[in-house]
């Protein structure tokens, strides 16, 4: 048996994703009480610290350059394996062999131009269970089984660093249904913040147009107490705008020097 400590739920759940081929996994999790994080900035690295540096996007080593900032987070996207491996890649596809239809050790027979391997989550969670500071892990989630995603992060103890981003409805309803909605944020546009308040999320996570689109939805949101979120912006004036806004903003350069707010 697992000792909680103080102000901490625990939930003994099921989780299945069989309609997607995705394996069935009990799920054990400890819920924080309390966030670490860096609430002095509002940048978030999009799929790393890779583009100053030179390093590809979604690497280990764009995201192990972004803990040494001082950011909110570093977003990378996550995906499985047919052989149930979870692994950080924005496509459906690496070096044209779909994901989900192969196992990890074909894949990871293939590298990247520093000739580093299709990243493994475990990869990234071990790096952020090392780190001994603030810079959060933001799972941008394409295609994973939710159970097995929990397990492995639990198994690093460092849920309590770690946001969620999905446009997978599916996914995103069995993280609020596990009591995670609160670190979970709709990616998209296609969802008003009233709506996703009503459905459990925390917040939203837009690209910009979005929000040009639907102008009040960022006033909106706050009030209903959902984070705001936006993607992907890179122009220093708007990135600025944003945060004055007290929009959190993920971008491809997150070494900007910005004013606090």
Same mark, same amino acid.
């Given at each position: ?46 799929? *790393? ?6 390093? %590809?996007?979604?690497? +280990?080593?764009? #995201?192990?350059? $972004? =803990?040494?900032? &001082? ?37 990871? *027979? ?6 580093? %391997?299709?990243?493994? +989550?475990?990869? #990234?969670?071990? $790096? =952020?269970?090392? &780190? ?130």
């Amino acid at each position: 048996m697992i000792r909680l400590a103080p102000l901490f739920m625990c939930f003994l759940l099921s989780c299945s994703l069989s309609n997607q081929g995705l394996e069935e996994e009990e799920l054990s999790i400890v819920i924080p009480s309390k966030e670490k994080c860096n609430e002095a900035s509002m940048i978030i690295a999009h799929q *790393g610290a890779w583009k100053a540096a030179g390093y %590809p996007p979604n690497s +280990l080593s764009a #995201f192990k350059a $972004a =803990l040494f900032l &001082d950011i909110y987070g570093s977003e990378c996207d996550v995906r499985q394996t047919k052989d149930g491996c979870l692994v950080v890649c924005h496509d459906e596809t690496y070096n044209g062999m779909t994901i989900a239809d192969n196992d990890y050790a074909t894949l990871s *027979g293939h590298f990247s131009f520093n000739r580093e %391997p299709l990243p493994l +989550l475990e990869d #990234f969670l071990l $790096a =952020l269970s090392q &780190d001994k500071g603030k810079v959060r892990l933001v799972l941008d989630l394409k295609m994973c089984g939710v159970a097995k995603l929990l397990n492995l992060i639990c198994s690093y103890g460092v849920l309590d660093r770690v946001d969620f981003v999905s446009g997978n409805g599916t996914i995103c309803t069995k993280l609020i249904k596990y009591g995670l909605g609160y670190k979970t944020l709709f990616l998209g546009g296609g969802m008003s913040p009233e709506n996703a308040k009503k459905i459990g999320y925390g917040g939203i996570d837009y690209k910009k147009d979005v929000f040009l689109s639907h102008p009040n939805w960022i006033n909106e949101a706050q009030a209903l107490g959902l984070k705001v979120w936006v993607w992907t912006v890179n122009d220093v004036a708007t990135i600025q705008k944003y945060i004055e806004q007290g929009v959190y903003v993920t971008t491809d350069k997150p070494e900007l020097e910005l004013k606090k707010q």
